[in-house]
């Protein structure tokens, strides 16, 4: 493939679709990636089975709706719940002894990953299941010539969402004052009262929800199979890499992988962007290896 | 004092291990056992690589597949141009890939010397590069692993997306077994089971002199605390680099075994899965102990042969349970157990001030 | 205790003599491990290998293949058994891991002595077993489609070629719905070669190529290629995308608001059980190409759905072309073993004997479901007739095309001039012969 052949072929109306693709390409990947952004932000746990709480995420509300008939928009927040509650349980009986070994933490979690993994395989069988969702949701809006479709708005508003009540939470409440404290110095803010274990605890919980919610949106863009959980995690740990581990480091690291994926892929072809995206990462952290706004606080 | 850390002691198990390890062709009149326990050879030199990154230098590698698949590349691209002649001077595949002159990069690979050569020199050189450049940026830890699982991820991809030149996801399958000269290693042979065994030997000896030496001490003392050992003057970088790559070499060693005995590469061997598995392999037998690392391997992978039939659903689930209870209550793994175990029977002290102040030469785990 | 001490002593010491006078055990060849031995005896069960994935990724495809098998050697086995003995399968799991897979496929054969291993769906664990297949002379079955451009004295395939398969898919959507068309594909083999078949028919047709897309394999995310397709705007697409990305393709597509009456997609992989994963109301419409369908109405299709849903093995509640090429597999085999046994008698049964002796072998309507196919003489590929079905809303395939006649396998139909795949290795045109090439 010349370069020729690719910027011969350039057209500024599908440029500006792909531009707006890479916006809701950039969502799925934040979505993906604010859990672990939290988890990892607040308690520097390395979570590998991010990507099976996806999964449960998925795999929660495909059983609310076929087995209890739950309308899809309610099945969202109640993955949020489940998968929540599947973290707080994971903390309790085993994150929480590992706090001071963060290697540990991670090969602790890639075990949990297989047991989950394996364990909703056992429950629902392997083959593919999935999500159904209002007719209104399979549909995309045209604007002249910008075409998007509905449900990938949907996920673009649902991570905004999350995104503002996430930044609400750390900044605007007196729970979000104590995660911050417990980021920046655990003995300082425990010497001033702050119960850093149960702040641990709390966001661990609140990052596996997230997982669950962004689960229960992929279940329908794509499939709900218990492996699919391993798609996402190595690109999730990527944007919190790059993004520092903060919050607003995740949206713009999120943002701007989304949108180089989609300019990439639209001049040469989707794998060859994911490759190009990898080694781009690579080089960024060899500069900036803090990633783009890392916390103030002590190096981990 | 405890016999688990007796220098002769540890050296009489090394010894008595691969004995043991080297008889078993006598006993074993089955070839595809011997092809099978060839391959966790193979494996052992993998565990053995991470032990030396991970347990010994602290640097946690995700991406162990990248070195170890580079070398398979290597020796499958020279196994298969051995299978070359001049009438048909270029691969099958690349035929059907409208290819209809062999790729420059595949010219070495005629010449079996320069390419076994090249399948070790080329990911070595790679794992300098990289990580010369991550260390001496200072990436280090959890940052350092997901790094090493981007760059596997990368390299999967591409391997994938080249077709003609490496066959895509079929891989590459060298139709006959290596030859040097007229003599072909035979993958079910005991000789290819003593060779792969004679590497991990060579490997293991040399690994366990290379951390009692003083380059080994520092690159522990890094592990430590790479800080302080920067406050006092050593090139952190340097160490780092140094024994990720050598972690990178027998990990290409182990490549290009793998291949002979299999005579088999694809993008799996550059699979996230593989390479994770390789740290569970260490960490199960205990990352801090070189044969511990090796019958980790052995362990797990013979296990999921055998159990893995029986358990059929459930082996996932079992290993991975297996796994947390390990990491949870014994991060210094199976050996960490013996070496508790052993701690219960102390040896009488003799000469104990050699013993002890030797012992504490070493920087012990966990700090 | 001691006793166990003595006797690890002793075998040490004897070792450490063994290792210093073991050359002679360096001459020892496989051959000699287990030549002499005859595959099959006499009154005894007849083992053959199921190398499927029972767990992992893969296991959604083959996990099917291991059971319609257990159906076919039950069935066989109820009617006699081959030459009066029963067959008994050996059931492996490959674990979805291609190392397995060449573990598995040596212990089959060294350990177990199977006289023909049935397994693989991807070509990629079928190139990672051949070569031990090949350096053991044995036989595998591979009963699913697959690129072709292969030719070795190892393997019996039931599924169709990339010749065969897109052959009248391509002229017939053409007709239908217009000359320009768009290929999206999986990123690795068998989609570039069948691409590369494609482009044959669709150039006979007249119709026009207006782009070629790989995604990578497993890849969920569709916008990129969905929108070069929206400023492409072909009349229909063909699809070569395989396992769950191509669910997401077909859920997307109908996410961006494409629509299926105006630009169908035309696939050699969406059927039954793929349309179920993604939901009827997204596959509903859509085109597939395949030898079978599991609404093919003929007496022998309907016993075999009924008797296969009703049996034990039946529990996934579908039949689909995969599964039937597998349980085609069991047949071609029982009767090239009886061909075999018939030529050299019992005693001679070796698995390379089997494959010679499976030249032509036919599998009747009476007993194929799909009808009467053959196995070509030469390259040991099926002779079968590839038919299209469109998807309904039910989820089931109304078929609306069927070839008139079979259509002969040709794993090398687009590269003339690397050869000819014949049954004693691959001619090429200057008459050489080389005996495997894969």
């Known amino acids: 493939m010349a370069a020729g052949s690719f910027f011969g072929s350039f057209d500024p109306s599908a440029f500006i679709n792909a531009l707006i693709l890479g916006i809701s390409i950039a969502s799925i990947w934040l979505i993906a990636a604010l859990g672990l952004t939290i988890i990892y932000g607040t308690a520097g746990v390395i979570n590998m089975a991010h990507g099976e709480f996806i999964m449960l995420g998925a795999y929660s509300s495909y059983m609310l709706q076929n087995y209890f008939g739950l309308p899809f928009l309610l099945c969202v927040p109640a993955a949020f719940v489940i998968v929540a509650a599947v973290g707080l349980v994971l903390e309790r009986g085993l994150i929480r002894y590992l706090y001071k070994r963060p290697l540990d933490t991670l090969l602790a979690t890639f075990g949990v990953s297989l047991v989950l993994m394996q364990g909703v395989r056992l429950i629902f069988g392997s083959d593919p299941k999935y999500l159904a969702v209002p007719s209104i949701f399979t549909s995309n809006f045209q604007l002249g010539f910008v075409n998007i479709s509905a449900f ?98 995740s949206v713009v690291a999120g943002g701007a992988t989304g949108e180089l994926q989609s300019i990439f892929a639209y001049f040469t072809n989707d794998t060859f962007a994911r490759f190009v995206l990898y080694v781009l990462i690579v080089v960024f952290l060899r500069v900036r290896p803090q990633g783009l706004f890392a916390p103030s606080a002590t190096r981990r | ?280 392999w260490a960490g199960i037998g205990g990352r801090l102990s070189l044969i511990g690392a090796i019958i980790g391997a052995f362990l797990i992978q013979g296990a999921q042969s055998y159990l893995g039939d029986t358990f059929l659903n459930t082996w996932l689930l079992v290993l991975g349970g297996f796994f947390i209870l390990v990491v949870r209550f014994l991060p210094k793994g199976l050996a960490g157990l013996l070496e508790t175990i052993l701690g219960r029977f102390p040896l009488p002290q003799r000469g104990n001030s050699n013993g002890n102040s030797a012992q504490r030469l070493y920087p012990q785990p966990g700090e | 205790m001691r006793a166990s ?69 039950d069935e066989i086995n109820k009617a006699g058994g081959i030459a009066g003995m029963p067959v008994e399968p050996v059931i492996v799991d490959a674990k979805s891991d291609f190392n397995v897979y060449s573990e598995k496929t040596k212990e089959l054969i060294l350990r177990n002595k199977v006289v023909a291993i049935f397994g693989c769906y991807t070509s990629a664990s079928r190139k990672a077993i051949l070569p031990t297949v090949m350096a053991q002379d044995h036989l595998l079955y591979y009963p699913t489609c697959y690129e072709g451009a292969e030719c070795t004295q190892n393997t019996i395939c039931t599924g169709p070629l990339a010749n065969q398969h897109s052959k009248d898919l391509i002229p017939f959507m053409v007709e239908q719905f217009g000359k320009k068309v768009f290929f999206v594909g999986s990123n690795y083999v068998w989609p570039k070669e069948s691409n590369k078949n494609a482009k044959i028919w669709l150039e006979k047709a007249g119709g026009e190529l207006l782009g070629e897309e790989y995604i990578p394999l497993g890849s969920s995310e569709f916008g990129p290629v969905l929108n070069k397709i929206r400023d492409a705007k072909p009349n229909f697409i063909f699809s070569t995308v395989v396992g769950a990305s191509d669910i997401a393709f077909h859920k997307q597509f109908k996410q961006e608001g494409f629509k299926v009456d105006t630009m169908p997609i035309a696939s050699l992989t969406t059927g039954e059980i793929e349309t179920r994963a993604m939901g009827n109301e997204f596959g509903a419409g859509h085109f597939l190409s395949a030898p079978y369908f599991q609404a093919l109405d003929n007496p022998t299709n309907h016993k075999f759905v009924e008797g296969f849903l009703k049996s034990k093995y ?125």
């Open chain 1, 152 to 249: 990938r708005v949907i996920v673009l508003a649902i991570t905004i969402a999350a995104v503002v009540a996430l930044w609400a939470l750390f900044y605007r409440t007196r729970f979000g004052v104590q995660v911050r404290a417990v980021m920046q110095d655990k003995e300082m803010a425990a010497s001033f009262g702050i119960n850093s274990d149960r702040v641990y605890m709390l966001t661990f919980a609140l990052g596996a929800g997230l997982a669950g919610l962004a689960g229960s949106l992929f279940g329908v863009l794509n499939i709900v199979l218990p492996t699919m959980g391993m798609g996402y995690v190595v690109q999730a740990f990527l944007v919190v890499v790059v993004g520092g581990g903060t919050l607003i480091g």
């Open chain 2, 1 to 280: 004092m405890n016999i688990y850390h007796n220098a002769t002691a540890q050296w009489l198990a090394y010894g008595v291990f691969f004995v043991l390890l080297a008889v078993v062709p006598m006993f074993v009149d089955d070839s595809f056992l011997l092809n099978q326990f060839a391959t966790y050879g193979v494996f052992g030199l993998l565990a053995l690589s991470i032990s030396l990154c991970w347990g010994f230098g602290g640097i946690l590698n995700l991406g162990q597949g990248i070195p170890f698949g580079l070398g398979a590349y290597g020796m499958a691209m020279t196994m298969q141009m051995q299978s070359q002649d001049a009438s048909n001077p270029i691969p099958p595949f690349m035929l059907n890939n409208s290819l209809d002159h062999l790729p420059w990069f595949w010219e070495p690979f005629r010449h079996t010397a320069l390419g076994i050569i090249l399948a070790l020199v080329v990911p070595t050189l790679f794992c300098a590069i990289f990580g010369g450049l991550m260390f001496r940026a200072r990436v280090s830890g959890p940052f350092f692993a997901i790094m090493t699982l981007a760059m596997l991820s990368a390299w999967y991809t591409l391997i994938l997306d080249v077709q003609p030149y490496t066959n895509g996801a079929n891989g590459i399958t060298p139709p006959g077994a290596l030859k040097f000269g007229d003599y072909a290693i035979d993958p079910y042979s005991p000789v290819a089971y003593w060779s792969v065994l004679a590497l991990l030997a060579v490997a293991t000896v040399g690994g366990r002199l290379m951390t009692r030496s003083r380059f080994g001490l520092v690159v522990q003392a890094v592990r430590g605390d790479a800080e302080r050992v920067r406050f006092l003057g050593y090139n952190v970088a340097g160490y780092e680099t140094t024994i990720y790559t050598i972690a990178g070499f027998i990990a290409a060693v182990a490549g290009c075994c793998w291949v002979a005995l299999t005579q088999y590469v694809s993008p799996a061997q550059l699979d996230t899965t593989f390479s994770l598995s390789m740290v569970i």
């Open chain 3, 5 to 73: 001490r003595r006797s690890f002593l002793k075998t040490s010491a004897l070792g450490a003599g063994a290792a210093i006078a073991a050359p002679y055990m360096f001459v020892r060849t496989i051959d000699q491990a287990w030549g002499a031995t005859s595959w099959i005896k006499k009154g005894e069960p007849i083992k053959i290998g199921l190398l499927f994935s029972l767990s992992g990724g893969l296991a959604v495809p083959e996990e099917d293949s291991t059971l319609v098998m257990q159906y076919a050697i």
């Open chain 3, 314 to 438: 039946g529990k996934n509640g579908t039949t689909h072309y995969n599964m039937e090429e597998t349980y085609l597999s069991a047949y071609v085999f029982k009767y090239g073993l009886e061909n075999t046994i018939k030529a050299v008698g019992i005693e001679g049964v070796t698995p390379r004997a089997i494959r010679d002796h499976s030249a032509g072998v036919r599998v009747e309507d009476a007993v194929s479901p799909e009808g009467l196919i053959w196995i070509d003489d030469q390259n040991f590929n099926t002779w079968l007739k590839p038919k299209i079905g469109q998807c309904q809303a039910d989820g089931s395939f109304k078929i609306v095309k069927a070839a008139a006649e079979q259509v002969a396998p040709d794993p090398y139909s687009i590269y003339p001039d690397i050869g000819k795949c014949t049954a004693d290795g691959l001619k090429a045109p200057d008459g050489k012969m080389r005996k495997s090439v894969i």
